[in-house]
């Protein structure tokens, strides 16, 4: 390995262990900063052991970051979707996903069974693919500041580079481990580091903890900042209840493929008013998650209905504004606990047909 390469691998490495140990301190106050740290840890450990001269490093520790670099596809997944889905819950099953991944990595690594060695990699770019799914289902309805919607593309850049790597490895065994694809490799794993450590730079001088502490700042953008935010606030519970409006008497939700555009025009305000009103007056960070409430809360009013007791529930849920009954039965159990049916039954009985 070239001194070149050694000092750019050696960058990407301080940088995920940095970014890494900032995700476990505010651990307590991120649900997915746990999972984000191991993710970085994780592609730590890959960071060095594709590097040219890894098969040299015959210790423990050299074990041990082997088994970090293969469960790397099934982290990104778990990351991504501790990022990017608000009901996301830390499960015994996917911490088996990592497991069986790891498992089949050794066994392809060690035995060297073609068959062991495919469904290693069928089963990473599966795991990649979830992993850019979550990014983009969350993208467009994420409400949250500029910073955090930069989170998605720069997923979704890895997830394109992890696969590039994944298949690249497969069809040519050793080559991302060679010169010069090693240098490559570790310029572009360098790049993703980078972006992804300046996204989360610009999602802390967003946060409202930091501008709380931003007192060091210029006073001048301090001033402009606190007269934009005063104002904010000023006219902020009148386009609340103007939204209330649209939502409560209007049943604007009910509206096929309503975006937050849409809410903007009808408001006669730009779309990131709407966006910061949902996200920080509300206390939303989904847009789907915003407008199903409605829909879900229409659905169980129906549903608790004796009148409408005949009512098919696929009716009721296209009425509500789902476009099929399968999101919405998803939502419905997601949201209650129970299916559409079940709370129906309940209600009708007069039995407890709340959420759990």
Request: aromatic content about 10%; proline content about 4%; overall charge positive.
């Amino acid at each position: 390995m070239s001194i070149a390469e050694a000092g750019v691998r050696g960058s990407a490495v301080a940088i995920l262990m940095l970014l890494a140990f900032v995700h476990l301190r505010d651990a307590r106050r991120s649900s997915s900063g746990r999972n984000r740290a191991l993710f970085l840890l994780s592609a730590a450990g890959y960071t060095i052991s594709s590097a040219p001269d890894f098969a040299s490093l015959d210790t423990p520790f050299g074990f041990l970051l082997l088994v970090a670099s293969l469960g790397l596809p099934a982290l990104l997944w778990i990351s991504a979707a501790a990022v990017f889905d608000d009901k996301f819950k830390p499960s015994w099953r996917r911490g088996l996903a990592w497991g069986s991944l790891v498992v089949l990595g050794l066994w392809s690594a060690f035995d060297h069974r073609p068959a062991a060695a495919m469904a290693y990699y069928a089963l990473s770019l599966l795991f990649i693919g979830l992993a850019a799914w979550h990014a983009l289902v969350g993208w467009r309805s994420d409400l949250s500041n500029e910073g955090r919607w930069l989170r998605a593309p720069i997923t979704i850049a890895g997830t394109l580079y992890g696969a590039t790597i994944i298949i690249a490895d497969f069809v040519w065994p050793g080559a991302t481990i060679s010169a010069p694809f090693s240098f490559v490799n570790s310029i572009g794993l360098t790049i993703i580091t980078f972006s992804y450590a300046m996204c989360g730079l610009r999602i802390a001088l967003d946060s409202p903890s930091t501008a709380r502490s931003g007192e060091s700042m210029q006073s001048g953008l301090e001033a402009r900042s606190d007269r934009i935010s005063l104002a904010f606030e000023v006219q902020e519970p009148a386009l609340s209840e103007a939204l209330r409006e649209l939502m409560d008497e209007e049943r604007l939700y009910r509206q096929q493929g309503l975006s937050i555009g849409d809410l903007g025009t009808r408001l006669g305000v730009p779309e990131y008013r709407v966006r910061r009103l949902i996200n920080r007056r509300l206390g939303y960070r989904n847009f789907t998650s915003f407008i199903n409430g409605y829909r879900l809360a229409e659905a169980k009013r129906a549903l608790a209905d004796p009148l409408q007791a005949k009512v098919p529930i696929l009716t009721i849920a296209l009425d509500a504004g789902f476009q099929s009954l399968a999101p919405f039965n998803r939502a419905f159990k997601s949201e209650t606990g129970m299916t559409p049916s079940d709370y129906r039954r309940r209600c009708l009985l007069r039995t407890n047909c709340e959420p759990h």
